[in-house]
């Protein structure tokens, strides 16, 4: 994706000093790593719902787990948005007639 005039690879370094490193700053924002970019895609990835073992697989891992345990990070909201679903779920269950007001004293 980055290279010199010949053509040649730009190293990886030099590439997070020479463009990745002075945009963050530009944007007032902390420095971002090759890390940053790997735990980030995981972590979108996993929230669109892209199989663990695709993103796995993508990302170079054997281990499902290592993608999931290292790198895939719940997004804020992500929790709420579980609670939700799960609730309107639950909110769908009627009692059966038979059962209502079955309680008595």
Request: charged content about 20%; overall charge positive.
């Amino acid at each position: 994706m980055f290279s010199t005039v010949s053509g040649k690879p730009i190293s990886p370094n030099n590439v997070l000093r020479t463009w990745i490193w002075p945009a963050c700053q530009a944007s007032g924002i902390p420095r971002a790593t090759w890390l940053t970019f790997r735990r980030t895609y995981s972590s979108w990835a996993h929230e669109k719902g892209v199989p663990a073992k695709v993103v796995a697989g993508i990302m170079g891992h054997t281990k499902v787990d290592t993608t999931l345990n290292v790198y895939t990070q719940v997004l804020d909201g992500a929790a709420r948005e579980a609670a939700a679903r799960i609730g309107s779920e639950l909110s769908r269950i009627v009692q059966k007639p038979e059962t209502r007001g079955a309680l008595t004293h």
